[in-house]
């Protein structure tokens, strides 16, 4: 029997070179474009029979691809026995081998493996070759991921099969330039991993700070020196019952039901809130409004939970909205009663609608206030975390769908200051809000911190981050190398 012609070298080059045509991007002249099958040894895992409980539990680390966390794998959830690899397509990587997550909802994560391990048979996994440095490696995919999902793509379920991996072009430059990239890319990641932890530490302090200067506002400590120098003639009590007059209310509930949280200050006075503010008004009769007439149409979606503020209103015609929708009025406030929103912070002032009325989903609790009562003082408890997380434990309705009912509204016991108080605190939180935001737009630089993470990768993959030594002996010949042992 004749031996199998031995492949010359010409003949092993040209199968694991990519010719220029296919090549992605021009690289340094030491550098080559290769196939990736040609750098690694590929491979994926399996999963032993999970009705064998003894094949479960075991000393041998198992990683799906719901651990990848695009960083070093250093445990698994999960283990498995001697048994139960023998008896799969389980089979142990070494430390250093790269994962890949082929298909599912992590399709394209990465992990380096930091310890030897078995994974399931969703998992690409890479062992490089004596030429290449698997940190290079693991970044070089990283840097190319977008790529090998798009290629994936071509069938019903998404996968990144090991075909398309093997055939796909890897750009290997020279071992100590493969060392210096990775060195340096984990350098720069370091630091911007440092900038991303104090951005978090700024958001925590904003929220941190902002509730205290609420919490003040509320108890009268943040307009202290303001009320030590404005002689006080009028009332909580005064401001009260002049409400009640324009609402045509008697104080049924004697003040002296109410039990009060804390101390406020002397001129001041507990109530409750739906007894000084109107909680969903009947709808107002509109006159001389036609069907086809535009007016402000605003959806949940519309308010910002961020930044308490519509956003991008709708235009609809009356017709289309005047039955089967909130109806609210300029400067009103719209409060999210529903689950998920109302814990988010989803609550604005309607400001800017169009004839001075509008339309909107019918998830809005709507607030309407008088003469008597600063608007803005009322959105400012209605959208701070402590009035959000007792709304939250009055909840009703089913998981999901749960809501707050109107009845914690109208009952939420509210501290009233006189009018000229509320129009002082509600001076004093716009700065202080203002100078807030300022700080929090820190927060906008998280965005531009992983865009800023693909810039690197995408310069390091070309060699333009200042590492490369054109002296370096040429990447073919590490291939060669390679290609000679096969």
Not at 175 to 199: G, M, P, Y
Not at 450 to 468: H, P, Y
Request: neutral net charge; glycine residues 6%.
């Amino acid at each position: 029997m004749s031996k199998k012609k031995q492949k010359s070298m010409e003949e092993l080059l040209e199968e694991a070179l990519v010719p220029e045509e296919e090549q992605p991007y021009k690289v340094p002249e030491n550098w080559v474009w290769v196939r990736s099958g040609h750098v690694a040894k590929w491979g994926s895992g399996g999963t032993p029979s999970r009705k064998r409980l003894e094949y479960y539990g075991g000393d041998i680390p198992w990683i799906k691809t719901g651990e990848l966390n695009d960083g070093i794998v250093n445990a698994s959830e999960e283990t498995i026995t001697e048994e139960g690899l023998q008896n799969s397509s389980a089979k142990i990587f070494p430390k250093g081998s790269i994962v890949i997550a082929m298909y599912g909802a992590t399709i394209g994560k990465l992990g380096i493996l930091g310890v030897d391990a078995a994974t399931n048979q969703a998992c690409a996994v890479g062992q490089p070759y004596d030429f290449l440095n698997s940190k290079y490696m693991f970044y070089y995919f990283l840097a190319r991921r977008s790529d090998l999902i798009v290629l994936g793509k071509g069938g019903a379920q998404p996968n990144i099969s090991q075909t398309i991996i093997k055939d796909f072009p890897f750009a290997l430059p020279p071992l100590n330039e493969q060392k210096r990239i990775a060195e340096k890319v984990e350098r720069l990641f370091a630091k911007l991993d440092e900038a991303k932890r104090l951005i978090e530490e700024v958001k925590g302090s904003f929220e941190l700070r902002w509730e205290s200067i609420l919490d003040k506002a509320f108890r009268g400590e943040l307009t202290k020196k303001w009320r030590s120098k404005n002689s006080m003639i009028e009332k909580g009590d005064d401001i009260f019952k002049e409400i009640q007059k324009v609402y045509k209310k008697s104080n049924k509930k004697d003040e002296h039901e109410i039990n009060p949280p804390y101390q406020i200050p002397q001129n001041w006075r507990w109530v409750r809130l739906g007894d000084i503010v109107d909680i969903n008004p009947p709808k107002k009769k509109l006159a001389d409004i036609e069907d086809d007439q535009i007016c402000t149409f605003i959806p949940m979606t519309s308010i910002s939970d961020k930044t308490g503020e519509i956003e991008n209103p709708e235009i609809r015609e009356y017709a289309k909205v005047k039955k089967g929708y909130t109806f609210f009025l300029e400067n009103d406030i719209l409060f999210a009663k529903i689950t998920p929103c109302m814990e988010n912070g989803k609550t604005a002032i309607a400001q800017n609608l169009i004839n001075g009325f509008g339309f909107g989903s019918t998830e809005f609790h709507v607030i309407r206030t008088n003469s008597y009562i600063n608007t803005k003082l009322i959105y400012y408890l209605l959208r701070s975390k402590k009035f959000r997380m007792e709304a939250k434990k009055e909840m009703t309705g089913a998981v999901g769908q749960q809501r707050v009912p109107k009845s914690f509204l109208e009952n939420y016991l509210f501290p009233l200051p006189t009018k000229r108080e509320q129009d002082k605190i509600v001076e004093l939180l716009d700065k202080l809000y203002a100078k807030e935001v300022e700080i929090s737009k820190i927060e906008a630089l998280e965005g531009e911190i992983d865009s800023l993470r693909q810039s690197i990768l995408n310069k390091a993959f070309r060699g333009e981050l200042g590492t490369n030594d054109p002296t370096d002996e040429h990447a073919i010949e590490l291939l060669k190398e390679v290609l000679k042992s096969k």
